[in-house]
C-alpha cells in the first residue's frame, strides 16, 4: 500500500467535518444524520477520498465546502448516504390491494390509462412489481393502460434499475407465471442473472428526483403513489412537508401507499386511510 493509500485507510473524520457534513446531507436530502452515524459515514466516504484524489477528510471537506468542489461531488455524496434495499414484491399486502381493490376501482370509474408513480424506486424492484401487476390486469381482466414514472435521488441505483438486470435469487418472490411472462433468464446457464423484458421496461421510465424539492413536476396527477420506506429516513417535519407536496401529485380518487413500519399518524394531510398503510384521496 502507498503512503498516501495508507493515511486515507486510517484517517478518521473529525466531529466538526462530520456536523458539516449531515448538515449538507440533511438540508438536501431529509435524511437524518445523528452523531451515532458517524463511523458509518467515515466508513461510506473513504472511497470518495480515494476517487477524488484527496488525502485525507479535512482535504475532502476543504475540497467540497471551501474550494467549490460541493457541486460535483453532491451526486456521490448522496448515493454513499442513501440506503437502497429493496426486493420484488415487498410487502405483498399493497400489490394484493393494487389488483383486488385499488385496480378495479379505477377501472370501473371509466379510467383509459392509469398513472403510477414509484417515488423512492431504488434499483427498480418496485417499479417493476408494479409494472407486473399492472400488465396482467391489463391482459386478464382488459384493463385500462397504464404508465410508471420511477424516481430516485441516488443517480447510481437508477443506473442499474434502467438495465433491470438482477440476481436470480432476487426474483424468488416472483410468482411462476409472472416470471415466464415478466423475466428472461440469461441465454448462458453459468450466469445467475436475469433480465425484466423489454417490453415491461418500456412501461417505467426512471429520473432522477428529490422528494424534498419544492419545485419538482410530474405532469398530470397520479392514480397511484407509492411512497415506500423512505420516509424512515426523515424527521416528522420533513415527512409532513414531504407527504404534503406528494399529495399535490395525487388525482382525487388516486391511491397512496408508503412502508409497513412508516406512518402519517397526526399529519394534515388530503387523503384518508382505507387499508393498513393505504390511503385514497377523496
Ligand atoms: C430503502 S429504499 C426503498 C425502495 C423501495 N421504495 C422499497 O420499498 O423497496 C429508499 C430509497 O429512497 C431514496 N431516497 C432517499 N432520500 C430521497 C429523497 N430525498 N428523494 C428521493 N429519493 C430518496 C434512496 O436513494 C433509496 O433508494
Request: charged letters at 25%; aromatic letters at 10%.
Amino acid at each position: 500500500m502507498s503512503a498516501v493509500a495508507s493515511k486515507v485507510q486510517h484517517d478518521r473524520l473529525s466531529e466538526r467535518n462530520f456536523r458539516r457534513l449531515s448538515a449538507y446531507i440533511y438540508n438536501y436530502s431529509g435524511i437524518k444524520m445523528p452523531p451515532g452515524k458517524l463511523t458509518m459515514l467515515e466508513g461510506r466516504l473513504r472511497r470518495r477520498l480515494r476517487a477524488t484524489g484527496q488525502n485525507s477528510f479535512d482535504d475532502y471537506c476543504n475540497f467540497i465546502f471551501d474550494k467549490g468542489g460541493l457541486e460535483q461531488e453532491s451526486i456521490y455524496l448522496i448515493d454513499v448516504v442513501t440506503t437502497n434495499k429493496t426486493d420484488f414484491f415487498r410487502e405483498p399486502n399493497h400489490f394484493d390491494f393494487l389488483r383486488d381493490e385499488a385496480l378495479p376501482a379505477l377501472a370501473a370509474a371509466g379510467l383509459r390509462r392509469v398513472r403510477a408513480w414509484s417515488s423512492a424506486c431504488s434499483i427498480g424492484a418496485e417499479p417493476y412489481t408494479m409494472a407486473m401487476v399492472l400488465e396482467d390486469f391489463k391482459r386478464d381482466k382488459r384493463g385500462p393502460d397504464y404508465q410508471i414514472l420511477a424516481s430516485d435521488l441516488s443517480t447510481d441505483v437508477l443506473e442499474r434499475a434502467r438495465r433491470g438486470i438482477y440476481p436470480a435469487p432476487m426474483m424468488e418472490p416472483v410468482p411462476d407465471a409472472m416470471m415466464r411472462r415478466y423475466v428472461m433468464r440469461a441465454l448462458d446457464p453459468r450466469r445467475p442473472e436475469m433480465r425484466i423484458v423489454p417490453d415491461l421496461r418500456r412501461k417505467v421510465g426512471f429520473t432522477r428526483l428529490n422528494l424534498m424539492d419544492d419545485a419538482y413536476t410530474v405532469g398530470e396527477p397520479m392514480h397511484l403513489i407509492f411512497c415506500r420506506n423512505v420516509l424512515i429516513y426523515f424527521d416528522k417535519p420533513t415527512q409532513q412537508h414531504v407527504l404534503t407536496r406528494l399529495c399535490k401529485c395525487l388525482a382525487d380518487g388516486g391511491y397512496l401507499f408508503i412502508g409497513h413500519s412508516e406512518s402519517v399518524t397526526a399529519m394534515e394531510l388530503p387523503i384518508r386511510q382505507i387499508a393498513n398503510t393505504i390511503f385514497v384521496k377523496d
